[in-house]
């Protein structure tokens, strides 16, 4: 047996996962900091605790260190922009990454994103470092919830819509089939 896949074998599989798709954020002495991110996952619901993977070479992972609080955003189809500017794919850092999309401050300072389809606001709990990624476990201090709106997804190395629901039988054809 190998001794483990290559990273790029593992990448390539790691593709086919669709993942919804987060800006994870935080504020400290630096300012503000964010990076998009799939690797988000719930942990625990009583106590509400979720975990995200930050890559640490990348600056926000030193600055949730440093804060020791983030707030998740799940992003809408609308926010696919933002998901590619805090990617790093428009070249901008730090705080000009926030100079796009609607912004306040959560109760722990992590900048939330108002029209997120939800948004959890968390002081850290644990930080693991393992491999190339921080595990970084945050306890959930509030959840909000927008009424409607879209998940974005991620798959593939692109952004896709979930598939719209076939639609509903009318009741006259219902009624033939009888
Ligand atoms: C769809 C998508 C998902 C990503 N998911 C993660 C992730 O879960 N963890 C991570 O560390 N980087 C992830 N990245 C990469 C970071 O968003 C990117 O490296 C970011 O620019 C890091 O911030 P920095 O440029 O300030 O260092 C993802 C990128 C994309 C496009």
Not at 8 to 16: G, I, V
Request: glycine content about 10%.
């Amino acid at each position: 047996m190998k001794k483990a896949a290559t990273p790029d074998e593992f990448k390539r599989a790691m593709r086919r996962f669709a993942a919804g798709v987060t800006v994870v954020t935080t504020a400290g002495r630096g300012g503000r900091a964010g990076l998009t991110a799939t690797a988000m996952c719930s942990l625990s619901a009583d106590p509400p605790r979720l975990l995200v993977c930050v890559n640490r070479e990348s600056a926000p992972n030193r600055a949730i260190a440093a804060s020791k609080r983030f707030c998740v955003n799940i992003l809408g189809q609308k926010h696919r922009a933002l998901a590619l500017r805090f990617a790093g794919a428009t070249g901008v850092q730090g705080e000009e990454r926030f100079e796009q999309g609607r912004w306040g401050k959560a109760a722990t300072g992590a900048p939330v994103l108002e029209d997120a389809l939800a948004s959890f606001d968390c002081t850290l709990a644990e930080a693991i470092d393992s491999g190339t990624h921080t595990i970084f476990v945050g306890d959930v201090r509030a959840a909000a919830v927008a009424a409607r709106g879209s998940p974005l997804v991620y798959e593939g190395g692109g952004f896709h819509a979930l598939a719209a629901p076939k639609p509903a039988r009318t009741a006259k054809k219902a009624k033939s089939r009888k």
